[in-house]
C-alpha cells in the first residue's frame, strides 16, 4: 500500500511537470491499430453477439458473465504481457533462428538503449500482427466456442492494447508531455503502472516491473526469480501459453466452450 502511494504521489509530479513541456519539442507520434487488426477483433466481437442472440433463452448468458469475460481476459492478458515483455527482453533472443522473435527482441534491446525514441513510434502498432493472429485463431475456432469465449478473446486483444498504450505514454510523462485523460488518471487513481514504475524497470540492471497493467506482476517475478531466471522457462511458456495457441489447448482439452 505504501509502494502504491508513492508511486501515485510520483504520478502525480509526472502529470504536472507534463503541463509544462516544452512547447519546441516534436509532437508525440499518432497511435492507431491496422485495419486487419481491429477488422478482425471487431469481426470476433459481432459473430459474439449474433451468436448470443440465435441461442436458445436457456443457453444464453446473465449478467454474472460480464465479469466472468472482464476478469479472465485482464488476468490472462497481464500475464501475458509481463511473459512476452520478460522473454523478448533476454538477449539469447537476438540469436533466434525465428527471424521475428529475434527481430522483435532487438527492438526491445534498442528500446532499452534509447527509451525516447518510442515517443517518434506507433507503438500501439507495432502489435498489429499479434492482434490479427489472436483475433484470428478466434474466428477460426469460432465454430466451436461460447459467445463468452470469442469475448474473452477479444478482451485479450483490448487490454493488450491498453497496456501498450500506457506503456507509450509513461515515457511521454517521463519526458514532460501531456497525455490523453485516460492513462493520466489511470495512473493517478493507480489503476495502470505509473511512469515512475515503468522507469524503474529501465533502471538497471532492468530486472524487474516487466508488467504492462497492474495485475498478479510480483507472483510472476517471485516465480521467475525462485527458478534462477530460467530461460527455459520462459520459453516453454512463450511458445505453449501464448494467446494464439493456449486457444488451440484450451479447446482440445475441453476447457472452452
Known amino acids: 500500500m505504501a509502494r502504491l502511494k508513492v508511486e501515485t504521489a510520483a504520478a502525480v509530479d509526472a502529470a504536472k511537470a507534463s503541463t509544462k513541456a516544452d512547447t519546441h519539442r516534436p509532437p508525440l507520434a499518432k497511435q492507431s491499430q491496422g485495419a486487419l487488426a481491429s477488422g478482425l477483433t471487431i469481426a470476433l466481437v459481432l459473430w459474439a453477439f449474433f451468436q448470443e442472440v440465435m441461442q436458445p433463452a436457456a443457453m444464453r448468458m446473465t449478467w454474472m458473465s460480464v465479469p466472468y469475460i472482464i476478469v479472465t481476459s485482464y488476468l490472462y492478458c497481464d500475464y501475458w504481457l509481463w511473459m512476452l515483455h520478460c522473454f523478448l527482453d533476454r538477449k539469447e533472443n537476438l540469436k533466434s533462428r525465428i527471424s521475428?522473435?529475434?527481430?522483435?527482441a532487438k527492438q526491445f534491446?534498442?528500446?532499452?538503449?534509447?527509451?525516447?525514441?518510442?515517443?517518434?513510434?506507433?507503438?500501439?502498432?507495432?502489435?498489429?500482427?499479434?492482434?490479427?493472429?489472436?483475433?484470428?485463431?478466434?474466428?477460426?475456432?469460432?465454430?466451436?466456442?461460447?459467445?463468452a469465449t470469442k469475448l474473452i478473446v477479444a478482451g485479450v486483444t483490448m487490454w493488450g492494447g491498453l497496456g501498450g498504450l500506457n506503456h507509450f505514454y509513461c515515457h511521454a510523462l517521463t519526458h514532460g508531455y501531456e497525455?490523453?485523460?485516460?492513462?493520466?488518471?489511470?495512473?493517478?487513481?493507480?489503476?495502470?503502472?505509473?511512469?515512475?514504475?515503468?522507469?524503474t524497470h529501465h533502471t538497471a540492471p532492468f530486472e524487474s516491473n516487466w508488467n504492462f497493467l497492474n495485475g498478479l506482476y510480483r507472483i510472476y517475478e517471485g516465480v521467475y526469480f525462485a527458478t534462477g531466471s530460467s530461460y527455459n522457462a520462459l520459453f516453454g511458456m512463450f511458445y505453449s501459453c501464448n494467446p494464439v495457441v493456449i486457444q488451440v489447448w484450451a479447446l482440445g482439452l475441453g476447457a472452452l466452450a
Open 179 to 199: 497525455v490523453p485523460p485516460l492513462y493520466k488518471y489511470g495512473q493517478l487513481w493507480g489503476l495502470l503502472p505509473t511512469a515512475r514504475h515503468h522507469k
Open 109 to 147: 534491446q534498442d528500446h532499452h538503449d534509447v527509451p525516447a525514441t518510442l515517443l517518434e513510434q506507433n507503438h500501439f502498432g507495432e502489435i498489429d500482427d499479434l492482434v490479427a493472429m489472436v483475433s484470428g485463431m478466434g474466428l477460426a475456432l469460432g465454430a466451436w466456442t461460447s459467445p
Open 100 to 104: 521475428l522473435i529475434a527481430y522483435m
